[in-house]
Every structure is written in C-alpha cells, then in structure tokens.
C-alpha cells in the first residue's frame, strides 16, 4: 500500500503543493491568480497551476452517502496532468462550461456515468468523463472548469498551487527555495505527502495490532480458563487413567488434542460468525459506504492464530493434567 | 511363590504429622486372594495405593514380582501389565460405552483392534453384560457398573487385581454378587485378589485376611 501510495503521487502529478500559510482548512488562506506565475519564475520550477477546493456539505449526514460531502476542484483542463490525472474515460470538460468529471468513488457512491447531471451549489454539471488515481480523496471528487467554480463560489483566487519541477531537480531544494522566496506560503513535496500518509498508515497497523493483540491475549486467557475448568472437571478421570498405565505423555497429548479441536471448532464458528455480524452491520449502516473483502489471507491468518492461541492456552493445563499423581487425582472431588 | 514383598515400608503425610503406613512388612503369595481389613483412616487404602505402583513410600522397599517399585523411573507401564484396580465407585468413563471403557488399558497394546475388541468381549461376557456393551455407564446399575470396572481391571490380564472397597457403595446382594464375578474372574485368570473392605464378612471370603490399625499390621491370620 505504501509503494502503491509513492508510485501514484509521483505519476505524471504535480511535485509540490503550494499553499497558502494561514489556511487553517477554511476558505481564509487563498492565494491570488498572480501568483501562479510569480512561481513559474522559481529556479527548476517547469509548471504550474491553480486549484480551487470547494466542499459542499450534506444537508444531513443520513442522507449523504459520501460522509465527507461533495468536493469539487476547479482546475485548468489543460493541466489536469499536475492533479495525477492522466487517464480520462469519456471527455475532459471544456472551459467555462458546466461539464465535469467525477472520480469512479464518486460515480459507486452516487450511482452515477457519464450523461448523468450532478448538482453542485446549486448548478447542474454534466458529467463527460470519469478518472481514477488511486487516491481516495481525488477519486471521491468531481474536477469541474476553475474558471466556473470561482464564479458560482463567488471568489477569483486559488486554495493551491500545484508545481511541477524540473527534470532531474530536487523537490526538497525547490520547496525550501520556494518558502525562503515567499514568508506566507507552505509547501508540501509529493514525497512528504506520502511519508505523511506513511505515518497515518503506520498509526493504524499499529492500532490494528495492538487490537488484534487485544483480542488474541483475551481469546488466550478464555482458552486457559476454559481448559483449566476442563481438566479440573476431568481430575478423577485423570486419576483412573493414569492407575491403569497412561502415561503422562499420553495425557498431555489426550489434553492438547482436545484443545485443538476445541479452538479450531472456535475458529470455524468464530468465522462464520463474523462474517454474518460483518454482513448485518454494513446492511445497518448503509449499503454503499464500505465494502466487505474476505481475502483467503484473513481466513489462514485467523485460523493460525486459532491454532497458536490453542496451543499456548491448552499447554499448560495439559502439563498440569500430566503432572496430577494419580492418587492426588483420584482423591480429587 | 511370593509375588509382593513389603519391608519396613513407611508413609507419612503433613510433613510428618500423620503416620499412614509405619514400617509395614509383607509378604503376599501369587495367586492367593487377601482382604485387608481396618476403620477408617488405618492405612489401608495408603497400603493398596503402594500396591498398585500409583504412591511411593518414604523409606522401606516394594517389590512385586521381582521388580523393586523404586528403582522403576516411569511406572506406567508397570501398572498397565501388572495391575487392575478397581475402585469403590467405579470411576468409568461417562461419556464411553461398556466396551471402550473396558478397552481403555488395551489403548497402547500391541494387538489389533479387532483383537482388542475380542479381548474385551470376552471379559464383558465373563461378567453378564454382553447385552450391554454398547450402553453408557449412566444407564447401568451401581452393580452393573462395578463389574464393567471388573472387566476392565482385568482385560490386560494383570497379575494383581487390587480392589478399593468394591461393595462399599451397593447394597449386600448386588454386593455379593459382584465379590462372586470377581472371584470367579480371579480364579479364572489365576490372579493374586487384594480386596481392601471394613465389611467382616467380605473380609471372610478371602484366604487370608491382614488386618490393619494405625498403620501397622495387628493381625495376619488364614480364614481357611
């Protein structure tokens, strides 16, 4: 996922990302028109171009069924490249026209194609075209004219400027050039912006983990406890098998062959389970919000842990069971 | 011939605070059939335990049939070819019918399974219950029990049948009853019978009877 995340921001796409220093997530912090070429002017600077981001809100998140509301991007058509996209399915919006093209997230969740009209701030866009990049965020969104998104925003700057470098140029170096020039502005390279998302990712294997590590430690503790309950319910039984010549081997692997039974039953119902659970919840959230994989991955991966969890948990009440004199076991009521 | 040889055997529990055996000497001939008679708490069950291989005592020496029980490291094995213990509550296996319960000692032996249900068999006829090997323990009568406990003291044909107290929890007939399959087992199989009861007259059927108090032996007598 990180490579796939590296490879789709350095595609054909922008280097930099220039925006404006007190742009705290609203509307404040937007950069003047002129700007764009002030940075053309930038040593190893090749291009550049500006880009509008305007979210519409739901009305009510129930009836939304993109969580995020409706993001729409003003760009030139002609320098769509610079925002990753370089395949479009259908046509590219003309100038100044009230035409669009949505990302394919965008069409799942909307239920929407190319024909179809999307509202947007009360204008009416006809999609022409659908594009996918990869990234969540762009494929979620409709990239319509800049020139007809500042008009219905009633706004004539830009939220970013998009830079792309010179061949063979270091991005670092001219994002550091880029901010000495300029006080009020901030950059953020393409390789910044996936360590970025790097460090998000890494946040949530490491939630995930530690979760996973959660259930693992709890579904141990349930196995000891009930293999212990076990083996204290079968003292007796221990005891009579062990005064007619088992050997404590012999118990051991009696015990611990019970426990894989019993854990890789667990792992088939506890599977089932889940995917029933998983089926019912997304049916009550929603239908088009997420999407279920079941990965033959998943299923080995919790089935070895099953299995080692068993292990672990059925190893020491069997050792237990097979150390019990037997006299000891056959007092035991 | 002498089959169990006990010299100055001691057992003692609570770190000394409770004296089970106190130095107990015995011999026991092959093939004869001894009731070991005492109240509650004398020892004897302690004595039948260092019989049957399953406690070791703190000093002193059990031998039985030429093997000195001490120098043994794993004693398993010994009590699966030598030993049948019958218990006074049977102690079968509630989830296994008649013929498992007495195929249990044949698990690790080398013979087929048809031949472990064979051996089986035999013995479940031997003790009337032919018609109810497939049942679970819980559908059979404390004295039906008892004698699938005989059965499966038994199918390993072992050389000392040691029994618990086997009467202890029926009533006097079904009692005598199982004391007549298992003398008629033992005298079949030829092997030496130790019974361990508090009831005189169970005591009585025995050759001889050892009679224990405090953990020593105060009476050794023929009753025949």
Not at chain 1, 253 to 282: D, K, P, Q
């Amino acid at each position: 996922m990180e490579e796939s995340v590296q490879t789709t921001f350095n595609e054909g796409g922008a280097e930099i990302t220039v925006t404006n220093a007190t742009n705290i997530g609203g509307n404040s912090g937007l950069l003047d028109m002129s700007f764009i070429d002030d940075l053309k002017n930038v040593t190893n600077v090749s291009d550049a171009v500006g880009q509008l981001s305007v979210s519409e809100s739901p009305e009510s998140y129930s009836q939304s069924k993109n969580i995020m509301g409706n993001m729409f991007y003003g760009i030139n058509a002609s320098k769509l490249n610079l925002a990753g996209i370089s395949d479009v399915n259908g046509s590219i919006f003309d100038e100044n026209s009230f035409e669009a093209i949505v990302g394919v997230r965008y069409c799942e969740l909307n239920n929407v194609s190319i024909g179809d009209n999307i509202t947007f701030l009360g204008h009416d866009f006809k999609i022409v075209g659908t594009f996918e990049t990869g990234i969540v965020m762009k494929d979620n969104a409709a990239y319509i004219s800049l020139d007809t998104l500042q008009n219905i925003s009633d706004t004539q700057e830009v939220s970013s400027i998009l830079v792309k470098t010179s061949e063979g140029a270091n991005d670092t170096v001219v994002s550091q050039n880029i901010r000495d020039k300029y006080e009020n502005v901030s950059t953020l390279t393409s390789s910044e912006m996936s360590s970025m998302l790097d460090d998000v990712i890494g946040i949530l294997d490491t939630a995930s983990l530690a979760i996973s590590g959660l259930a693992i430690f709890v579904g141990a503790i349930g196995v000891v406890n009930t293999m212990v309950m076990t083996v204290y319910e079968r003292t007796k039984e221990i005891g009579v098998l062990k005064s007619i010549g088992w050997k404590s081997k012999k118990i051991l692997t009696m015990i611990l062959g019970e426990t894989l039974v019993l854990t890789t039953l667990s792992g088939i119902i506890g599977s089932i389970l889940g995917i029933l659970i998983a089926e019912i919840g997304i049916r009550l959230i929603g239908t088009n919000r997420f999407s279920l994989v079941y990965t033959p991955k998943t299923f080995i991966l919790a089935f070895g842990i099953t299995i080692i969890v068993g292990i672990i948990g059925g190893v020491y009440p069997a050792y237990k069971a097979s150390k019990l004199a037997p006299t000891e076991a056959l007092r035991y009521e | 011939m002498e089959l169990i040889r006990l010299t100055n055997v001691l057992k003692q529990y609570d770190g000394g605070a409770v004296t089970a055996l106190n130095n107990i000497n015995l011999s026991i001939e092959s093939g004869s059939f001894v009731s070991i008679i005492g109240p509650s708490g004398s020892g004897k069950s302690t004595l039948l335990n260092m019989l049957g291989a399953l406690d070791s005592p703190d000093s002193g020496q059990v031998i039985i049939n030429g093997v000195d029980l001490a120098k043994q490291k794993d004693l398993s094995d010994f009590r699966r070819q030598e030993i049948g213990f019958i218990f006074q509550l049977h102690n079968l296996l509630p989830n296994l019918n008649v013929q498992e319960n007495v195929e249990i000692p044949l698990m690790d032996a080398k013979m087929s399974e048809k031949d472990k249900h064979r051996r089986a068999l035999i013995f479940i006829e031997a003790v009337g219950l032919l018609d109810k090997r497939k049942q679970k323990p819980n559908k059979l009568s404390g004295g039906e029990r008892q004698r699938v406990a005989i059965a499966r003291a038994l199918v390993n044909f072992p050389s000392i049948i040691l029994a618990d107290e086997p009467t202890g929890a029926l009533d006097t007939k079904t009692g005598r009853k199982v004391l007549d399959v298992l003398r008629f087992v033992h005298e079949s199989i030829n092997a030496t019978l130790i019974v361990v009861t508090h009831d005189r007259d169970v005591a009585k059927l025995a050759e001889r009877t050892i009679e224990i108090r405090d953990g020593q032996v105060i009476n050794d007598y023929y009753n025949r």
